[in-house]
């Protein structure tokens, strides 16, 4: 059974063009064919790059933020109450007004204390401000180190001038090695964060961001099996360059170095518009879309892929909706918040918060999107 669902699911016809068979993949002539076996090692490289995360975060990006003055910012611990803890874990970490009301009564506070003891409780979870610049110097760290090996291995191809030569003798096109390593430390990449996100700072768009990335490993995947390579390295190149602004952009954040974050968030801005909604589109979508037809008959691979680049695109444009909603803040107003993270709550419990604490609260949520540009993708 497993033979045939095997058999059907790399059926010929789905994945290739018209009077085309896998066996015209295979290695001969010099010509050296991407593999499906290929794809096995990015499982133990995504274990790698965990370990080499785990390493650079508490090596270098720990020590980093020490030079620049990121501290973590002192949360004030909840007093133990047995009844409202189990509550938190067991029930609900949001109580509605009712619940407030029983558990008042069990635990013979008041209401407005009850309250209180559930916000700092949950300000308590938040990632603080050293977690996220780790995290977001890790990731600038291999968008930085992709783009420029993207670049590397594709400023002298022809392909990268002219689109047309995307399907040039497609899908014979033999890989080359630095397409090679592009996808695999890519797709390696990817699947480290996968793993990881239910471990890293939680955002309001989580859904969106797993999404992507089971949407980006099954493009690339299929991409590599169906020998749309020199398509996947235009892409991932496409999609590196808004991250590396991006991430920098959060370290000065989180640094306070509002001038530099301002600038650099500006510029992320423009870039993301330009790289993901105007290039990925109407570039790389229209080269996918139009051009391969008039090299062979279309067949389902030619529809999944470019499916898939829809989706990413549709993605895109949610973000790009946040992002301009921040940037219109940040002409037209004050930014304040970010509106993707999970933001800390202010304390207004009068009998359980100093007015020190509370004008903490008010500054971490002021200035340069100290919450606007921290956590956009």
């Given at each position: 059974?497993?033979?045939?669902?095997?058999?059907?699911?790399?059926?010929?016809?789905?994945?290739?063009?018209?009077?085309?068979?896998?066996?015209?993949?295979?290695?001969?002539?010099?010509?050296?064919?991407?593999?499906?076996?290929?794809?096995?090692?990015?499982?133990?490289?995504?274990?790698?790059?965990?370990?080499?995360?785990?390493?650079?975060?508490?090596?270098?990006?720990?020590?980093?933020?020490?030079?620049?003055?990121?501290?973590?910012?002192?949360?004030?611990?909840?007093?133990?109450?047995?009844?409202?803890?189990?509550?938190?874990?067991?029930?609900?970490?949001?109580?509605?007004?009712?619940?407030?009301?029983?558990?008042?009564?069990k635990c013979s506070w008041s209401s407005r204390q009850v309250e209180c003891?559930?916000?700092?409780?949950?300000?308590?979870?938040?990632?603080?401000?050293?977690?996220?610049?780790?995290?977001?110097?890790?990731?600038?760290?291999?968008?930085?180190?992709?783009?420029?090996?993207?670049?590397?291995?594709?400023?002298?191809?022809?392909?990268?001038?002219?689109?047309?030569?995307?399907?040039?003798?497609?899908?014979?096109?033999?890989?080359?090695?630095?397409?090679?390593?592009?996808?695999?430390?890519?797709?390696?990449?990817?699947?480290?964060?996968?793993?990881?996100?239910?471990?890293?700072?939680?955002?309001?768009?989580?859904?969106?961001?797993?999404?992507?990335?089971?949407?980006?490993?099954?493009?690339?995947?299929?991409?590599?099996?169906?020998?749309?390579?020199?398509?996947?390295?235009?892409?991932?190149?496409?999609?590196?360059?808004?991250?590396?602004?991006?991430?920098?952009?959060?370290?000065?954040?989180?640094?306070?170095?509002?001038?530099?974050?301002?600038?650099?968030?500006?510029?992320?801005?423009?870039?993301?518009?330009?790289t993901r909604l105007i290039i990925f589109p109407f570039w790389i979508i229209?080269?996918?879309?139009?051009?391969?037809?008039?090299?062979?008959?279309?067949?389902?691979?030619?529809?999944?892929?470019?499916?898939?680049?829809?989706?990413?695109?549709?993605?895109?444009?949610?973000?790009?909706?946040?992002?301009?909603?921040?940037?219109?803040?940040?002409?037209?107003?004050?930014?304040?918040?970010?509106?993707?993270?999970?933001?800390?709550?202010?304390?207004d419990e009068g009998e359980n918060t100093t007015s020190e604490e509370h004008?903490?609260?008010?500054?971490?949520?002021?200035?340069?999107?100290?919450?606007?540009?921290?956590?956009?993708?």
């Amino acid at each position: 059974m497993i033979q045939t669902i095997g058999e059907w699911f790399w059926w010929d016809r789905l994945w290739l063009p018209v009077n085309l068979t896998w066996a015209d993949l295979e290695d001969k002539d010099g010509r050296v064919y991407a593999k499906v076996s290929d794809l096995y090692i990015t499982l133990p490289y995504s274990v790698v790059f965990l370990i080499i995360r785990y390493v650079f975060e508490r090596f270098v990006a720990t020590p980093f933020a020490a030079c620049l003055g990121v501290r973590e910012k002192n949360i004030h611990k909840v007093e133990s109450n047995p009844i409202l803890e189990h509550f938190f874990i067991s029930q609900s970490k949001t109580p509605a007004k009712a619940d407030i009301q029983g558990l008042s009564k069990k635990c013979s506070w008041s209401s407005r204390q009850v309250e209180c003891w559930f916000r700092r409780r949950r300000n308590q979870e938040r990632p603080g401000v050293l977690k996220k610049f780790r995290e977001a110097s890790w990731r600038f760290v291999f968008y930085i180190g992709a783009l420029i090996g993207g670049l590397i291995a594709l400023y002298d191809k022809p392909w990268f001038y002219n689109l047309r030569e995307l399907w040039n003798t497609y899908p014979k096109q033999s890989i080359l090695e630095s397409q090679y390593w592009y996808y695999i430390l890519e797709m390696s990449f990817y699947w480290s964060l996968l793993f990881s996100i239910t471990f890293d700072v939680k955002r309001k768009d989580f859904k969106e961001q797993i999404i992507h990335h089971l949407a980006t490993l099954t493009l690339l995947a299929f991409s590599w099996c169906g020998n749309y390579i020199r398509v996947g390295t235009l892409v991932m190149l496409v999609h590196d360059t808004s991250d590396v602004f991006l991430e920098s952009a959060k370290i000065f954040n989180y640094a306070k170095w509002e001038k530099v974050c301002n600038s650099i968030f500006v510029l992320f801005a423009v870039v993301f518009m330009v790289t993901r909604l105007i290039i990925f589109p109407f570039w790389i979508i229209h080269s996918t879309w139009v051009y391969p037809p008039d090299y062979y008959p279309v067949f389902f691979g030619y529809y999944f892929f470019n499916a898939m680049l829809i989706i990413l695109l549709m993605l895109h444009i949610f973000w790009a909706y946040l992002i301009l909603r921040m940037v219109k803040k940040f002409l037209f107003g004050s930014l304040t918040k970010d509106e993707r993270s999970d933001n800390e709550e202010e304390d207004d419990e009068g009998e359980n918060t100093t007015s020190e604490e509370h004008d903490g609260h008010l500054k971490a949520t002021n200035g340069c999107g100290r919450r606007g540009v921290a956590n956009h993708h």
